[in-house]
């Protein structure tokens, strides 16, 4: 299930995905209660409003254990399934912090732009009650359970699927009730295959939130946008306030759906048919890909284009055939196509390009669209905003000045 998606070679991550990979089928004893799981004995102060039942999977040397925070932001909480350690290093983010209950952060909006429909053939989504503004942010929702990659790497369905139920179950009713209702995307066989099931079905990569293993998010209303190919949305995790936020990147017209991309969109009709087919086990049925032939066509050749140019602009040799027309090429081809949550790629090659001949106003102008871009969509911390910003704060120092015209 683990899809490989292209490595930004900007940021040098890959995207967050949804879906979780298979569960491997080892089994590892039940560990023990002791005191590893007594949160006040792994760090102090921060872990006041966490709770430990003690609920534990795995052995000694990798035992995943529940723990809640039912009163994080408002009384929406939230329930974790890691190691005591990660655990104490979670509760130290700042999001947990201030009066350790989550006060202040968001509570969800009274009049949301959108409204939960059936959308044919593919479940329920969301739909937009009013125009969204490009840019705008649609909703943001803080995680009601996250789970250690590692605790899916190491333990068996039966063990996930055990601490998965015992992690709703500490959940505030509402919360509760708001996973249990998500997409199990097949039908389930008992209570622990439904949640392992939704799990599966609707959980994000949020990324390292104990600084060292990477995470699995669930979010109701997120998980409710559809994949589309040429998404209207883009998100990303905020690591200070602890939301996943969802923002338009094009003007939103009332009665459109949301989507976002839970794979490439940067990959022709055939691979992304066959990825989703694969990987997230639907037929996607979104615009792009039930285009007329031809329509698909053109589109198939704007991506291959795409991928071509990616290959002679990321060639920084004195041979590389690339120039500043060829990045401005893949700026509207990326507009063509409609791919606008992912721009910032080609702003950054463009600006790599013009600094590479020596042109400050068009390598600070497209610097700045990127950073501008990138800080909205994409989410702050990021290398190459700061490569961006460097290259605006001094356009004849940055690395990349003049590099097309030096003989090497
Ligand atoms: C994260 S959920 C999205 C919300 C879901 N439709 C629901 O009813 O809750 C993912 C599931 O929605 C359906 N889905 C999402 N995007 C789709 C698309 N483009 N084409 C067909 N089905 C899609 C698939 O069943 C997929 O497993």
């Given at each position: 299930y683990q899809a490989q998606l292209r490595q930004d070679p900007q940021t040098c991550e890959a995207h967050n995905l949804l879906l979780i990979p298979p569960i491997q089928s080892c089994t590892l004893s039940e560990a023990p209660r002791d005191s590893e799981n007594n949160l006040s004995s792994e760090a102090p102060s921060p872990l006041n409003s966490w709770r430990s039942s003690g609920f534990c999977r795995g052995n000694r040397a990798q035992k995943f254990c529940v723990f809640s925070n039912p009163t994080f932001n408002h009384g929406e909480g939230v329930s974790v399934i890691t190691t005591g350690k990660s655990m104490a290093a979670i509760a130290g983010r700042p999001a947990f912090l201030a009066d350790g209950n989550g006060q202040g952060i968001l509570e969800s909006e009274s009049a949301p732009p959108y409204r939960e429909e059936e959308v044919k053939g593919k479940g329920i989504g969301l739909v937009a009650t009013r125009t969204i503004q490009a840019g705008e942010l649609v909703m943001a929702r803080t995680p009601g359970l996250m789970v250690n990659e590692r605790a899916i790497d190491v333990l068996g369905k039966k063990a996930i699927s055990e601490l998965l139920t015992r992690a709703v179950d500490d959940l505030p009713r509402r919360h509760r009730e708001n996973i249990l209702n998500l997409s199990s995307h097949s039908s389930a066989s008992d209570a622990d295959d439904l949640i392992y099931k939704i799990l599966q079905t609707n959980s994000f990569r949020t990324g390292r939130h104990d600084g060292v293993d990477p995470f699995y998010s669930l979010f109701t209303e997120v998980s409710r946008i559809n994949h589309a190919c040429r998404p209207t949305c883009a998100y990303h995790f905020d690591y200070t306030k602890f939301f996943q936020k969802v923002l338009a990147v094009r003007d939103v017209e009332v009665g459109e759906e949301l989507s976002i991309a839970y794979?490439?969109?940067?990959?022709?009709h055939a691979t992304r048919q066959q990825k989703l087919q694969k990987e997230w086990g639907f037929q996607c049925t979104c615009e792009r890909c039930s285009a007329d032939a031809s329509m698909i066509a053109e589109s198939d050749s704007r991506v291959l284009q795409i991928q071509r140019l990616w290959k002679e602009l990321d060639d920084h040799s004195a041979t590389s055939e690339a120039t500043p027309e060829k990045a401005e090429l893949l700026v509207s081809l990326y507009e063509r196509e409609g791919l606008l949550g992912r721009i910032n790629e080609a702003y950054y090659r463009a600006a790599l390009e013009y600094i590479g001949v020596g042109d400050i106003t068009n390598a600070t102008k497209y610097a700045k669209l990127c950073v501008d871009h990138g800080l909205l969509f994409i989410g702050p911390g990021r290398p190459f905003i700061q490569n961006m910003q460097e290259l605006i704060a001094a356009p004849t120092k940055h690395p990349k000045w003049k590099f097309r015209s030096r003989d090497t």
């Open positions: 794979y490439d969109p940067l990959q022709t």
